[in-house]
Structures are given as structure tokens and as C-alpha cells.
């Protein structure tokens, strides 16, 4: 039968199912290449630099980092925010392009989520060590306690942020392993050794593919989508009032919740890019993650970037329309204060770099697209650090002004946060299907 | 392995499937179950199941988490339930009452969904039986992977004639039909057809082929494969499973009889291949019909 060919395949190669287990399956069932080895091994030095840093501060105490009393959240905040940032990426692929029935979501929807995952668990750890004491890192729980019962204080944005970055995580990781299910079922059925049935069996948790399975199964994997498409914009919403409920100028701001989120999303696209291409090309996946994958990537990185740019004019707008000194005060400083090459860093990697998506050769040249991916990384991280350090380190009173500049310690327990996010998508690229098989065998076209 | 008695069709595209889903459901047959490696889109309604009422469940769950956010909240920030013994929560002048319900919104918004979210989750896989560590009920350990499963309870042949399901499955583009016994073992004789492209389907597969050879015949034929495609030392071995219809089983199974290169597969004749399927016993047929041999010289050649 004819068909015009309005869109490009989605897959490309003509595959056939068989092809897709074979291609997929393929670092599962082998020996890791050398460059796997490779990657892995840098991977969790960094995360051993991790255990090292975060050992050291709790050893010594919080002094270790460059926080003081006037910015007393540095980078430990800025990476929180961050890694948050980049997980958004994955549920947008997988919920809301699921919603919008987006078929191209299907061969990068299982990376991104285990990057969402991932930079969740990393975002964690800032806020846990920040404490301080981090044993006792279970007290914002509302648990009973002690103290006659001291519940924990709900009118706080701080505890808005443990519940929603903990259903968030949890959400995310049911909706991932759902997913996984009948792909870990193939995998097990064709598995030749024995640990391998009996652990790929065992989270497979007796899959087998029935008419009547699968029927529920859609019905679950449209309401987890349904659910986590408020449930990711929330998260960055609450992150954002973090700052935005405060009354320090320049982060008191309604403009927060959807200019985080718009943030979030574009970070969380850089971050997909930079994997994804280095994924198709390291374990030959070039005809699953096309790019057209890639076009569409960048679309969405240029769309949201500039409206990432329009809310940092709209800031300076209502700053000085605003006609509050302070305010006018605190944006001038961020352009033009001490922490100035913090800022057009900012606004040159997120507004002004993206603009080049506008042209197809852009859109379409994977190293290039790789470069401008890393750029995205750096400006997004550059936009944290601005909103958190500027606003911190002049205060009302021009006694309490300070500098800040970060220690070692910090540098290296943000890289090893690095590492902890690469070990797992390395370890998770050697055991689990990085594309989602069963869906991928539905929008094959060239089924014989 | 499922512990019952099938009627299975096999295909290797959904849309022959559901065509004959369809057709057999015309003629009043019930389906007993379909296997999928992924899911076919209205196959779900053609077999006449019945939607779930999931979402009830999923819309209850969700209710509870918004109940227990608010009272959560309610019972920890304010003294409307009388829970202060020794610490009010006064924070900044904030109102103790009803009136500080705006700071409830995101906690409350967050726990409908964590509900909402593992309890659809739970419910799926009690509705499903699935478990952690449950042993699969397969029909065919290629059922999750590239081929699909149409399954048809013998009593339903009642209502339609052995030869009559037959025709019809195979005209839908069924590769097989097989049957299966109580024990889950494929029964011994094996109705097997060819799509109607080749010659018309001949019940081949006699007892004799899926009984054991003896060893006089396994040598037999090991040696013709030997004298045709010719030896070659295990290390130089290319990877089978990039030939489409190869998996590691499989891959092993050729090893195993002396099969290791591209160009070895590529030599196989006839007779050969008549030796391969009675010496692996593995789907028969096989070979010819995802053409190895051609695969095997475009592999070859890269």
C-alpha cells in the first residue's frame, strides 16, 4: 500500500521486530566494550570523590564550604536546583508527549526518565548534607517524636519541597520501572544463563504479555501520565517559591514558578541531548534515536530558552518599573556588580545561544547540537548560581554585605555528584534496555 | 509454561492478528488470550475485554491522599481536633485555623498524587497477579520478544472445525499453528504451514523428526553439514544474532553443531537445512522463511 511520506520514520533501517530485540538487547547480552569500561571506571571515581567531600564535610562541619553568614546558600542550593532542573526533561518526554500522543517520545522516553531519576537522587544529596547533621536528615518528616510532638512546620516552602521532591522521585521510579516491565520480561526470556533468567525473572515479576495485561497496563500508563504532568510542573513551581516566598529582592517575584519551570525544561533538554548523543553513538542506536529525535529536541530547547529570556527582560522590566530602590538595586548589581560574568554567562548560554535552532543545519548536525547541549548545561547552572548568590550577597544593611566564593570541598562534591549521575546511567545503560522495546515494535512501520 | 490446552496461532505482526481476532469473533469464537511482545492497538476490543475500572480505583486512591494531606496538616498546624498537648505552631503571627488552608495546597496536592499514583500502580498488579519473583506463564519464550500469540481453547472447536481454524488463521497470515498439551509441552505433532505464498501447507513434521535421533543419525548429518558449509575453528566466530531471527539461544544451538561464521550460514542448502532443524529441533521452517542465507551473504559482505 502506498503511503505519503509526510513525517520522516521514527525508526529508520526498515527493521523488523527481531531487529529491534537484537539491536536493543545487544549490550545487555554482550561483554561491556572497552569504551564502557572506560566511561564507567572515570565515572565512579568521581563518585568515590563524592563519598570523599561529603565525608569531609559532615567530618568537619559545614565551615568547609565558602557559605557564610550573608550567602548562606552557595553552590550546595545552585546544584540542587540544577540537577531538579535536568529530571523535568524526562517526564516531559514521557507524560507529556504520552498525552499529546507525541510518537517520537517512544525511543528516548526510557534514557530520559533514567535521567530524571538519577538527577533526582543527586539533587538530593545537597539539601541532606546542607543540614549539617545529616543523621538526623529524617527530621523534616512529619514523624512523631519526643518533644511532646514538635510537628514539623507546614507553612514553610522548605517542607513543600521534601513532599514534592520525594513523591516526585517516587512517582518518577514507579512510572519508569512500569514501563521497564515487559522489556525486562524479553530480555529474561531470552537470556541464556541462568542468573540472568532468575533476576530478570524476578523483576519481570511474571510478565507475559496478555491481551487483557496490556489493556490494563495502557489504562495505568495514561493515568501516570495524566498524574505526572501537574505533579512535574509542581515540583519546579515549589522550588521556585523556595525563593520566591521570601522577601529578598530579586527573588520575590510571581514571575518564579512558570519561569523555573520553563527553566527546568530547557536544562533538562540540554541535559537529554548531551546523553543521548553520546548514547547513539556509543551503543550504535543511530537508526532508533534519529535526528529527527534530535530536531525535535532543539525545537523544544529554542522554544523554551527564549521563554526563559523573555522572563529575565520581564524581571529587569518590572524592576524598574516597579520604582522599589531595592529591587531596582538588586538587578543593576546582578548585571553590573561584582558577579557580573556570572550573569552574561547566563544570558548568553540560554538566550542567545539557542537562537541558533532557528536554522535547520543547527537543528540536524549532531556535534554541534552536542556543543551547544554543554553550553545550555552551563548557563542553566550560571542561572541558579546568579538568582541565588546575587540576591544573597547584598543585603539591606551594607554591613552584613559579603562575597562568596566556593571551596574545594564544594567543587568536588558537585563533580562527584557528576559521578554518582554517570555511574548510574552506565550501570543502567549495561542492564536495562536504554530504548523502550515494546513500544518501539508498535511504530515500526515496515512490519513485512 | 501456561498449564493448559492451546490452540495457538503465530504470527509475527499485529495487524494479521488482530485480523484474525477479528474474523474468528465473527464466527462466534471466543479468544481465550492473545501474547504480545507489544501492544497491539484495539486488539483489547476486538477480543471483547471488557475496560477496566481501573481508573475508579485510581480516582479513589487519589480522594484518600487528598483526605489524608488535609488532615495531616490539620491535625500538626492547628488545634481544631484538639491534638496541641504542649507546642502550638506559631510561626510568624500565621493564622493556626482554617485560615492558614492557602500553605496546605502544596502538600495536599502532592499526596493525591503520590495516592493516586501507587495506588493505581498496586492495583494493576493485583489485578494482573503480578509479583516480584512470579514465575511467568508462557506459551512460547518468543512470545515477549518478536513473535505474537493467538490463543484458542480446544472446546471452542465446536463452534468452528479443526480445518476450518486452521484456513482461517492461515489466510490472516499465520506463520504456525500449534497445539499444546495439559503439561505445557507443544503436543508431538506439529500442524504446520507455510503462508500461502509457497507450496500449500503440508503436514510434515512427522513423529519420527521430533523424537530423538540416534547417534548414528545425529553423526550422519553432522558430517553432511561438515562436508557442505565446511569447519571452521570457534574463534572465529562473527555474531549470528545480527542475522534478523537469531537470539542468543538460537546463536548457540548453530554454534553448537559446528556453525559459527556468516559464511558457513550463507552455503547452507536444502538438505543442510533439513539437517539444522531435525538435529536443533527449533521451529521448523525457520530458516527459509526470514531467508538466512541472503542475510547471512549481505552480512558477509559489510
Known amino acids: 500500500m502506498f503511503e505519503a511520506q509526510i513525517r520522516q520514520p521514527l525508526v529508520e533501517g526498515n527493521k523488523s521486530i527481531a531487529d529491534v530485540s537484537n539491536d536493543i538487547c545487544r549490550p545487555i547480552e554482550n561483554k561491556p566494550t572497552k569504551l564502557w569500561w572506560l566511561g564507567f571506571t572515570i565515572s565512579f571515581a568521581f563518585l568515590l570523590l563524592m563519598a570523599l567531600s561529603l565525608g569531609w564535610t559532615v567530618w568537619e562541619g559545614i565551615g568547609t564550604w565558602g557559605v557564610n553568614k550573608t550567602v548562606m546558600w552557595g553552590w550546595d542550593i545552585t546544584n540542587f536546583v540544577f540537577w531538579v532542573g535536568i529530571g523535568h526533561a524526562g517526564t516531559l518526554i514521557s507524560a507529556i508527549l504520552l498525552l499529546f500522543r507525541q510518537k517520537w517520545r517512544m525511543s528516548i522516553n526510557r534514557s530520559a526518565e533514567a535521567m530524571t531519576i538519577f538527577a533526582v537522587l543527586c539533587a538530593a544529596q545537597f539539601p541532606l548534607f546542607h543540614m549539617g547533621r545529616v543523621w538526623l536528615g529524617y527530621w523534616p518528616l512529619p514523624l512523631p517524636n519526643a518533644f511532646g510532638s514538635l510537628w514539623v512546620n507546614f507553612n514553610s516552602p522548605l517542607l513543600w519541597d521534601v513532599f514534592a521532591i520525594s513523591t516526585y522521585l517516587s512517582v518518577s521510579l514507579l512510572f519508569w520501572y512500569l514501563g521497564l516491565i515487559p522489556d525486562i520480561a524479553t530480555v529474561r526470556d531470552r537470556a541464556v544463563s541462568k542468573a540472568k533468567k532468575f533476576w530478570y525473572g524476578f523483576f519481570a515479576m511474571g510478565w507475559n504479555g496478555s491481551a487483557r495485561t496490556w489493556h490494563r497496563y495502557e489504562i495505568v500508563a495514561l493515568i501516570l501520565a495524566g498524574v505526572s504532568t501537574p505533579l512535574v510542573l509542581s515540583v519546579h513551581t515549589i522550588v521556585s517559591m523556595d525563593f520566591a516566598t521570601s522577601v529578598i529582592p530579586g527573588w520575590h517575584t510571581t514571575i518564579f514558578p512558570p519561569y523555573f519551570v520553563a527553566g527546568a525544561i530547557f536544562s533538562g533538554f540540554g541535559m537529554v541531548l548531551t546523553l543521548l548523543i553520546i548514547v547513539r553513538k556509543v551503543l550504535n542506536l543511530e537508526q532508533y534515536i534519529t535526528i529527527g529525535h534530535l530536531d525535535a529536541m532543539t525545537k523544544v530547547v529554542m522554544l523554551t530558552g527564549s521563554l526563559v529570556g523573555v522572563a529575565y527582560l520581564t524581571e529587569f522590566f518590572i524592576a524598574a518599573y516597579s520604582g522599589v530602590v531595592y529591587e531596582q538595586y538588586a538587578f543593576l548589581n546582578r548585571a553590573f556588580g561584582p558577579y557580573w560574568w556570572a550573569y552574561w554567562t547566563m544570558m548568553s548560554c540560554n538566550l542567545l545561544a539557542p537562537q541558533v535552532f532557528w536554522f535547520k543545519w543547527a537543528r540536524t548536525t549532531p556535534w554541534f547540537i552536542f556543543i551547544l547541549s554543554i553550553i545550555v548545561n552551563i548557563g542553566m547552572w550560571f542561572e541558579r548560581f546568579v538568582i541565588i548568590v546575587t540576591s544573597l550577597h547584598r543585603d539591606y544593611l551594607t554591613s552584613s554585605w559579603a562575597m562568596y566564593t566556593a571551596t574545594l570541598t564544594e567543587v568536588a562534591i558537585f563533580l562527584g555528584t557528576m559521578g554518582l549521575f554517570f555511574t548510574c546511567f552506565f550501570l543502567f545503560s549495561k542492564f536495562l534496555p536504554v530504548i523502550n522495546m515494546s513500544e518501539v515494535k508498535s511504530i515500526i512501520k515496515s512490519r513485512e | ?302
Open chain 2, 1 to 302: 509454561m501456561l498449564d493448559k490446552q492451546l490452540i495457538l496461532g503465530v504470527y509475527d505482526d499485529g495487524d494479521k492478528l488482530l485480523s484474525s481476532v477479528k474474523k474468528l469473533k465473527k464466527k462466534g469464537v471466543e479468544i481465550f488470550d492473545c501474547y504480545t511482545p507489544y501492544p497491539v492497538h484495539h486488539l483489547d476490543n476486538e477480543m471483547g475485554i471488557k475496560r477496566s475500572n481501573l481508573t475508579v480505583g485510581a480516582f479513589i486512591c487519589g480522594m484518600v491522599g487528598f483526605c489524608s494531606g488535609l488532615l495531616l496538616q490539620f491535625y500538626m498546624m492547628t488545634n481544631l481536633l484538639h491534638t496541641f498537648k504542649s507546642w502550638p505552631m506559631i510561626i510568624g503571627g500565621k493564622p493556626q485555623d482554617y485560615g492558614m488552608w492557602p500553605s496546605m495546597v502544596p502538600v495536599t496536592f502532592e499526596l493525591t498524587i503520590l495516592f493516586t499514583a501507587f495506588g493505581i500502580g498496586f492495583l494493576f498488579f493485583a489485578k494482573s497477579e503480578m509479583i516480584h519473583g512470579k514465575i511467568a506463564q508462557l506459551v512460547d519464550p518468543r512470545q515477549t520478544d518478536d513473535r505474537l500469540f493467538l490463543a484458542v481453547e480446544p472446546t471452542e472447536l465446536s463452534k468452528i472445525s479443526r480445518s476450518e481454524l486452521d484456513t482461517l488463521l492461515n489466510d490472516n497470515g499465520a506463520i504456525e499453528i500449534r497445539e499444546r498439551n495439559m503439561d505445557g509441552s507443544d503436543a508431538e505433532a506439529v500442524v504446520h504451514a507455510e503462508p500461502a505464498v509457497e507450496e500449500a501447507p503440508v503436514v510434515e513434521a512427522s513423529s519420527q523428526d521430533e523424537a530423538d535421533l540416534s547417534e548414528d543419525q545425529k553423526t550422519e548429518k553432522l558430517s553432511l553439514l561438515k562436508s557442505i558449509v565446511g569447519e571452521v575453528a570457534a574463534d572465529d566466530k562473527d555474531d549470528l544474532k545480527k542475522i534478523s531471527g537469531v537470539g542468543p539461544v538460537y546463536e548457540e544451538k548453530l554454534n553448537s553443531i559446528g556453525i559459527y561464521t556468516f559464511e558457513q550460514v550463507s552455503k547452507l542448502t536444502p538438505e543442510t537445512i533439513k539437517a539444522i532443524e531435525s538435529l536443533t529441533k527449533y521451529f521448523p521452517g525457520k530458516i527459509e522463511r526470514e531467508d538466512w542465507i541472503s542475510q547471512a551473504k549481505n552480512l558477509m559482505d559489510k
